[in-house]
């Protein structure tokens, strides 16, 4: 489902079969209401063929897989020339990282006025801005449950431990959230002032 090697989800495309698409490119992310286990996410995506289609996506691989703390998928490492486990390369560093108080992913809650650490199963809306360099993203915080918009960089949603050192917030409480249409959300996103905030811990 998740490729480490290009920072990508699988997913099914119905003109393309089976297209590889990055965090970014996801548009909306919604839980499916039951009690699997792990937890299962609509998510609707923009294609490479143009559309928007609609795959589900387990917590697990939205979460975790990123960090490669979950996919065992045989690698050559170019160090040893051995075929290893990804999970073991990936998953030590990102273990590492988190212990020293890296974050993998975060985002600036507006409420509480503070940058926070976040997963990307927090995220609920994303819109590229127009020229595409950019991400409006939604993000539900998970200490106040609060939605907040940030403007960050497609490498701060795709890749993990890449954190923008500013980011766009805008100041107020997006109310919709799961209830929001994309355009709705687009509407309000670009129509939206924003304020430059930094992330980092210091
Ligand atoms: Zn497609
Ligand atoms: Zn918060």
Redesign the pocket.
């Known amino acids: 489902m998740y490729d480490a090697l290009t920072a990508s989800y699988r997913l099914s495309?119905?003109?393309?079969g089976e297209?590889r698409v990055r965090l970014s490119r996801f548009r909306r992310l919604e839980q499916l209401p039951g009690a699997q286990h792990p937890s299962v996410f609509r998510v609707e995506f923009d294609?490479?063929?143009g559309?928007e289609?609609a795959g589900l996506v387990s917590h697990d691989d939205l979460d975790w897989a990123p960090l490669g703390l979950q996919d065992d998928t045989p690698f050559v490492n170019l160090m040893t020339s051995r075929v290893e486990a990804m999970s073991t390369e990936f998953g030590d560093v990102a273990a590492a990282r988190i212990k020293a108080g890296e974050w993998p992913w975060s985002f600036f809650c507006w409420p509480e006025e503070r940058p926070r650490p976040v997963y990307p199963s927090a995220f609920r809306l994303l819109a590229p801005s127009e020229r595409g360099e950019r991400v409006g993203v939604a993000v539900r915080c998970p200490v106040c449950g609060k939605v907040s918009l940030n403007l960050v960089s497609r490498e701060h949603v795709d890749v993990p431990f890449v954190n923008d050192r500013e980011v766009g917030v805008v100041e107020h409480v997006f109310e919709h959230d799961a209830q929001a249409t994309l355009e709705e959300f687009r509407s309000e996103l670009w129509s939206s002032l924003f304020d430059a905030r930094r992330l980092g811990l210091e």
């Open positions: 495309c119905p003109v393309h297209t294609c490479g063929c559309g289609h």
